[in-house]
């Protein structure tokens, strides 16, 4: 199978490891790509946000299948193009892709669908945004209609920050292109409990889980600090229900599928679950419309079954002929390695050493995120700049070695938290 991946983060450099290590995959080419990528597939420039541009990209290197990796060019109509032109595609298109690009339209699914979910108001004013923060009272829980990186979302006990954050999101979204006319935030009750991401495969009709994970998304250990895209995350979750995945499918993905498929927009690709485990009971956070990062780099190296195979029968509608996934027993535990002054003022241009080194370990491998090249030298080039992973017979091990990993890795001003799967 050939196959053209899009995207340039830790992500997709986990995507491409999978993939290049499955026998089903006869050429892999990878668009942009980053450093990582280049030692396992061919990097292509490319513009992921042009439709055109893909698809004479996946023609020319006779793609089989194209998955698209981030959300970006998902919510641009890429996987439309894609399609369009006869080439299988994994990746929802640009309706379906709404789950993710607004929260607002994310609520009217699942109230439709009968999904749990947390209590909301979708807010168009400031003083709607102060009646519905009353109305829940501390936390609070604001969140950005639109698509932000995962960095969108403020619980804080602060009214004032809360109020601050609503005026930034109502302000951003004023020219996000995602939403659909009147800027909107979402304001929600809090949910306690543990959170969990459960990744599924969807060929708009059947639902396919892998493995759930558990990912941490506050900046400084002890979950201070402001949220972020992800700074590590670990599976298995041998402390989760044993019927989770079995709700998760029934409750929440199944029903979400059909609603799509009912409204006309069905849902071809990865569908991102991210659930808490509250008092009262399963309830939904948040969806997205591809593979988590960094929740990726630890799912897909447990899977043994072939990742190109069910990502092709989720892309041509064949999930029902796909056999039962097969799953390695190992743990995996990911940490982040983020530059300084993530996730605010990013610095770049710091010179990156030890990867080999950290990659020379037992059980340990290093993904590409932030990277680049300059003068010979690997450098920074963004705000999580790479995830260590490592594997073990339990999450105390595979912890164990991400870290043994990650101190072998040099960056100028570099951050990371060193409790990522303490006491799992």
């Not at 060929?203 to 992800?230: H, S």
């Not at 059980?363 to 003068?375: F, I, K, Q, R, S």
Request: aromatic share 4%; net charge negative; hydrophobic share 45%.
């Amino acid at each position: 199978m050939r196959i053209l991946l899009i995207g340039s983060g830790a992500r997709e450099h986990a995507l491409a490891r999978a993939l290049a290590r499955d026998p089903q995959t006869e050429r892999l080419v990878v668009a942009p790509g980053n450093p990582g990528t280049a030692q396992i597939a061919t990097n292509l420039e490319l513009d992921v946000l042009d439709g055109a541009a893909v698809v004479a990209a996946a023609r020319d290197v006779e793609a089989d299948l194209v998955v698209v990796g981030p959300e970006a060019p998902l919510v641009a109509g890429v996987a439309d193009a894609v399609r369009d032109a006869g080439i299988a595609c994994f990746g929802p298109g640009r309706a379906a892709a709404r789950l993710e690009a607004s929260k607002a339209f994310a609520k009217d699914v699942m109230a439709a669908a009968g999904v749990p979910t947390a209590l909301a108001h979708v807010c168009t004013t400031i003083e709607q945004v102060a009646e519905a923060l009353d109305a829940f009272g501390a936390p609070y829980v604001v969140k950005d209609d639109g698509l932000a990186g995962g960095k969108g979302v403020v619980v804080t006990a602060d009214r004032v920050e809360a109020l601050a954050h609503a005026r930034a999101c109502l302000a951003k979204s004023r020219d996000d292109a995602a939403t659909a006319g009147e800027p909107a935030v979402v304001v929600e009750e809090y949910l306690d409990g543990p959170e969990i991401s459960l990744f599924c495969l969807c060929d708009g009709r059947d639902v396919v889980p892998l493995e759930p994970a558990q990912d941490f998304k506050r900046l400084g250990d002890g979950d201070a600090g402001p949220n972020t895209g992800g700074m590590g995350a670990y599976s298995p979750l041998t402390w989760a229900p044993r019927d989770l995945t079995g709700e998760v499918v029934e409750r929440v993905a199944r029903p979400v599928v059909a609603e799509m498929a009912r409204r006309g927009t069905p849902f071809v690709g990865l569908l991102y679950c991210g659930l808490a485990l509250t008092s009262r009971g399963l309830r939904v956070v948040e969806f997205n419309a591809r593979f988590g990062d960094p929740e990726t780099q630890v799912v897909l190296p447990r899977l043994e079954s072939s990742l190109a195979e069910a990502l092709h029968a989720a892309a041509t509608g064949r999930l029902d002929r796909l056999a039962p996934l097969r799953w390695r027993a190992e743990a995996a535990v990911t940490v982040v390695v983020a530059a300084h002054g993530y996730p605010e003022q990013v610095r770049k241009g710091d010179v990156i050493t030890g990867i080999e080194d950290a990659d020379g370990l037992a059980g340990v491998h290093v993904l590409h995120a932030g990277t680049a090249t300059a003068d010979g030298a690997l450098v920074s080039a963004g705000g999580r700049v790479l995830s260590v992973v490592g594997l073990g017979p339990d999450v105390p091990a595979a912890r164990a070695a991400a870290y043994a990993g990650v101190d072998r890795i040099g960056l100028a001003g570099s951050q990371h938290r060193r409790d990522i799967a303490a006491g799992r």
